[in-house]
Nanobody, 125 residues
Framework: QVQLVESGGGLVQPGGSLRLSCAAS????????VGWYRQAPGKQRELVAT?????????ADSDSVKGRFTISRDNAKNSVYLQMNSLKPEDTAVYYC?????????????????WGQGTLVTVSS
């Protein structure tokens, strides 16, 4: 069973920084891509950023995170990170890690989407 575990959330003041981590555990052939999503209270879950195994990144198609958030990964550690700088109250949300996971079973390979349990980020003074 493949699991994604997020960490690094918490309470931070406006203008502050946080670094979220997403660690994959279990048995798998590959994890690609990996993305961070967020869901603010009363809103739909939205994409923040994604990264491929080769390091190609994609950020939400809005100005809400560009230039402030940076996604990165350490393939050796099966981990993906989200560095968040200049945080704003509107960044308050539960942040989820999402990954496409390729596993090998008795009937062959299987590709599926896996979600983490989420980590809460609260930006408030």
């Amino acid at each position: 069973q493949v699991q994604l575990v997020e960490s690094g959330g918490g309470l931070v003041q406006p203008g502050g920084s946080l670094r979220l981590s997403c660690a994959a555990s279990g048995s798998f052939l590959s994890i690609n891509p990996v993305g961070w999503y967020r869901q603010a209270p009363g809103k739909q879950r939205e994409l923040v950023a994604t990264i491929t195994s080769g390091g190609n990144t994609n950020y939400a198609d809005s100005d809400s995170v560009k230039g402030r958030f940076t996604i990165s990964r350490d393939n050796a550690k099966n981990s993906v990170y989200l560095q968040m700088n200049s945080l704003k109250p509107e960044d308050t949300a539960v942040y989820y890690c999402n990954a496409g996971v390729l596993t090998l079973g008795t009937t062959g390979t299987r590709y599926r989407e896996v979600w983490g349990q989420g980590t809460l980020v609260t930006v408030s003074s």
